[in-house]
T-cell receptor, first 115, second 114 residues
């Protein structure tokens, strides 16, 4: 079974600073995908970034980058130049490749961006 | 609309009542997922459809939970004889294909059982 661990229940960051949200995962499978989602107070899960287990380069999408360290089984999200609108819950998730399978989520990190 | 829609957005049910939650996926999306998100937790998988076929229902917590997608588009999650522990946000997601990378989520239905 897959497991996602997010050890930071809450984080604060000042506007325009960078922040790293931690995520570790556990699986015995070799082929999988790692995701980060943002959930604002409205409740909708917004896809941010994806990293495949065989991707050699770390994924980047605008201000989001994923620091993928396969040997450590970690997939930390880095948000650069934080904005007030980044304040939300952030979830790390995993899906096994090759199956139309479910996402397994962590418990989330609440990010608060301050002035 | 362009995204996944869910209705109702909020539902209050008395314990023992039956409820039905609707999900309209993005047009043309083959895969549809239901998740349950308890307060302060991450979403947990309930069930998965590929077109009209329910391929995985391993996450349904009891036989009071039933989901269908009869024509391969709209899906309904039904909960019979609701209990207080069923109070949660129910999220629906769709993706383009069976192996689609990205799942697009709807806004969720917040169910409160009193």
């Amino acid at each position: 079974a897959q497991k996602i661990t997010q050890t930071q229940p809450g984080m604060f960051v000042q506007e325009k600073e960078a922040v790293t949200l931690d995520c570790t995962y556990d699986t015995s499978d070799q082929s999988y995908g790692l995701f980060w989602y943002k959930q604002p107070s409205s409740g909708e899960m917004i896809f941010l970034i994806y990293q495949g287990s065989y991707d050699e380069q770390n994924a980047t999408e605008g201000r989001y980058s994923l620091n993928f360290q396969k040997a450590r089984k970690s997939a930390n999200l880095v948000i650069s130049a934080s904005q007030l609108g980044d304040s939300a819950m952030y979830f790390c998730a995993m899906r096994l490749t090759g199956t139309a399978s479910k996402l397994t989520f962590g418990t989330g990190t609440r990010l608060q961006v301050t002035l | 609309g362009a995204g996944v829609s869910q209705s109702p957005r909020y539902k209050v049910a008395k314990r023992g009542q039956d409820v039905a939650l609707r999900c309209d996926p993005i047009s043309g999306h083959v895969s549809l997922f239901w998740y349950q998100q308890a307060l302060g937790q991450g979403p947990e998988f309930l069930t998965y459809f590929q077109n009209e076929a329910q391929l995985d229902k391993s996450g349904l917590p009891s036989d009071r939970f039933f989901a269908e997608r009869p024509e391969g588009s709209v899906s309904t999650l039904k909960i019979q004889r609701t209990q207080q522990e069923d109070s949660a946000v129910y999220l629906c997601a769709s993706s383009l294909g069976g192996g689609g990378v990205e799942q697009y989520f709807g806004p969720g239905t917040r169910l409160t059982v009193t």
